[in-house]
């Protein structure tokens, strides 16, 4: 499946701040571990400056995009 991953960069749950925006586009997977208080999640995420894909695991406060898939 193709899409446009636009660089919108994140949300940074600290401060509050936008970061990244037009650099890297980040999003959510919808695999979540850890216990609370911190439940984690990963993100994949592009980065302008090469042409993969990453992969990361987060806490779930911050704010990455989500891309909504129909089964």
Same mark, same amino acid.
Do not use: C, H
């Given at each position: 499946? @193709? ?9 940074? %749950? ?8 037009? %650099? %890297?586009? %980040?999003?959510? &997977? ?13 993100? #994949?995420? @592009? #980065?302008?400056?090469? @042409?993969? !894909? &990453? +992969? ?10 989500? +891309? @909504? !898939?129909?089964?």
């Amino acid at each position: 499946m @193709l899409f446009p991953a636009l660089p919108g960069g994140y949300r940074n %749950n600290n401060n509050g701040n936008f970061n990244d925006l037009g %650099n %890297n586009a %980040n999003f959510w &997977s919808a695999t979540e571990f850890g216990a609370s208080p911190t439940i984690y999640a990963w993100r #994949r995420f @592009l #980065r302008e400056s090469t @042409l993969k !894909v &990453s +992969r990361t695991d987060q806490p779930k406060k911050m704010g990455y995009s989500i +891309r @909504l !898939v129909k089964e």
